[in-house]
């Protein structure tokens, strides 16, 4: 092709031959469309040498490479990435640094973080409580203290005459990211954030007591606790919210990896003022103020607040139950705890003093838990009763169960509560109506639940445990391959739970493992003890957002 010569950019020349071409700003002069030009530089390029090419490429790469969600304004873009998922994101950061900016944006990971009632809280200073050296009779008389009331049924109460040689240990995570550990709360699954250290060693906070000291052997019952929430840190950060959500998925994953450090907490002998007694109880705490606690309710009659950053106990609640402290609950700055003195006692902690007591019960008081607008009890007496709170005017006696109420759950407007006879309630708060009865739930008594609507979860003196959803029975799974059910309930139009036939239910139950999560498992052999399930009683279950947590007699905990 000739053309006149007008410019020395638009001449090329290849193996001795030349091409003359005449540019203007509109393009190649003489070729009015783009396909035509683009025929023509293809075959101006494919007349030069294979190292020409080369560095032709080079040229014209950052003209092909063309940020379009960076060049637009920062609002715009981060409407854009806040549609990713959190993996997302942190791919989008290895793009460029533009995107690495936008990616980390604080707004972002806040959303992600919110999304899962993940709350960052800036830890503070340790507060100062008068903790008397209090110590009470190890309860040797105290034949009414295992927190767990009869079954219907002869040889549903389990004792375990050596959980005393058991270490009251806290699983705390290994040491690999201890120095970026953010400080989080949220409601879920128990996960516990490591102490800062600057070795992966494993340690505990005190010495153990030394050879000499005696080793008292009590029955071993324990309240099951509430949903724990996560401990806090004590060091001062800025809000990081990306921080603070890849501390969660790390914390995550070391549950379902079984990646923990193990910690004893107490032992014989340390602190000074240490429970004298077997511990049946507790729960984790964080106050507004960012600081997590440890509440221990104990045989000895006491409730201790121990400072999981020093170890030490800052505060010892005693002199208001008479019997054992069987079950805990803390929420919103109050602390209400049940014994087997047939009491309810209300502790008010930002005044540190008492706020009231409860003693409706004629039996001991097994289990307690409260939320803004309400407390429940449950005791041996076979009742359950309920409370407005904060002012505590009595509401509802809930009398339906044959044997004694060893668990009960709030969530809401509904109430669950699993006793001794093998069966779960489902209660309205508002009315006191019976909704559903799930009759011979276990094969045995049920000593543990945790209530998530539509989702129950339960522990058992058959050692299993079973989860079912309300809203559609055919979803659930049990480590039991024992589906035997026989709810009597009639059928109610005006039921909210509205549970499907009982046919249902037999055909939709899956056997699990818990621990792999596979729904390929083979039913165990009678009397053959499976891999995967507890050796003993389930004394105490957590439901959470992904994860389910049990505590059983056996001495473990399997997630």
Not at 133 to 160: P, V
Not at 362 to 377: I, M, P, T
Request: aromatic share 6%; glycine share 6%; net charge negative.
């Amino acid at each position: 092709m000739a053309a006149p010569f007008l410019a020395d950019e638009g001449y090329m020349e290849s193996d001795g031959e030349s091409t003359m071409l005449t540019v203007s700003n509109q393009g190649v002069l003489g070729i009015d469309s783009v396909e035509e030009r683009e025929e023509l530089a293809y075959r101006l390029l494919a007349s030069l040498p294979r190292s020409r090419l080369v560095a032709i490429q080079k040229r014209i790469a950052p003209c092909l490479q063309y940020d379009i969600v960076g060049c637009l304004p920062a609002e715009i873009s981060l409407q854009i990435f806040s549609l990713l998922t959190a993996d997302a994101l942190l791919v989008c950061g290895l793009v460029s640094q533009r995107w690495q900016v936008l990616a980390n944006d604080q707004s972002l990971w806040m959303k992600l973080c919110r999304a899962r009632n993940w709350e960052w809280r800036q830890p503070s200073r340790i507060h100062p409580f008068d903790s008397p050296l209090t110590h009470h009779g190890d309860g040797a008389n105290d034949s009414d203290d295992e927190g767990m009331g009869d079954s219907d049924e002869d040889g549903d109460e389990l004792i375990i005459n050596d959980v005393e040689a058991a270490k009251a240990e806290l699983t705390l995570m290994h040491a690999e990211l201890d120095s970026g550990f953010a400080s989080t709360s949220f409601t879920g699954p128990p996960v516990l954030e490591p102490e800062p250290s600057t070795s992966g060693t494993r340690y505990t906070i005190h010495p153990k007591s030394s050879p000499g000291r005696s080793r008292s052997r009590p029955h071993a019952r324990h309240s099951a606790p509430p949903v724990l929430k996560t401990l806090g840190s004590t060091s001062y950060l800025a809000p990081d919210y990306k921080l603070l959500y890849q501390t969660h998925m790390k914390l995550h994953n070391r549950f379902l990896t079984s990646s923990y450090r193990l910690s004893a907490l107490q032992t014989r002998g340390a602190p000074s003022n240490a429970h004298t007694s077997t511990i049946y109880c507790l729960q984790l705490y964080t106050y507004s103020s960012g600081l997590q606690v440890l509440f221990t309710g104990s045989r000895d009659r006491t409730v201790r607040e121990w400072n999981l950053t020093t170890g030490l106990i800052e505060r010892v609640i005693s002199g208001v139950h008479s019997g054992s402290v069987l079950s805990i609950c803390i929420h919103g700055g109050y602390l209400a705890s049940a014994g087997s003195d047939k009491r309810v006692v209300i502790w008010d902690l930002e005044k540190n003093k008492l706020y009231k007591q409860l003693s409706d019960h004629s039996d001991s008081v097994l289990c307690v838990r409260f939320d803004d607008e309400r407390l429940v009890s449950c005791s041996k007496d076979h009742t359950v009763r309920t409370y407005s709170f904060p002012d505590l005017t009595p509401q509802f006696v809930l009398r339906a169960h044959r044997a004694a109420v060893n668990a009960v759950s709030i969530s809401k407007n509904l109430i669950a509560s699993g006793s001794g006879d093998k069966s779960i309630k489902v209660w309205d708060a508002l009315t006191g109506k019976l909704l559903r009865t799930f009759d011979t739930h276990h094969s045995r008594g049920i000593a543990s639940i945790d209530f998530r609507p539509p989702y129950i979860l339960t522990g058992s003196s058959d050692k299993h445990l079973r989860l079912v959803n309300m809203a559609n029975l055919q979803q659930g799974w049990s480590t039991s391959p024992d589906y035997r059910y026989d709810n009597n309930a009639p059928p109610d139009d005006d039921d909210p739970l509205r549970f499907p036939s009982v046919s249902s239910l037999l055909s939709g139950s899956r056997l699990m493992c818990h621990v792999c999560g596979s729904e390929n498992v083979h039913p165990v052999p009678p009397g053959v003890q499976g891999p995967c399930v507890h050796a003993d009683l389930v004394r105490s279950v957590v439901l959470g957002e992904d994860l389910v947590v049990s505590g059983s007699y056996d001495l473990s905990i399997k997630v």
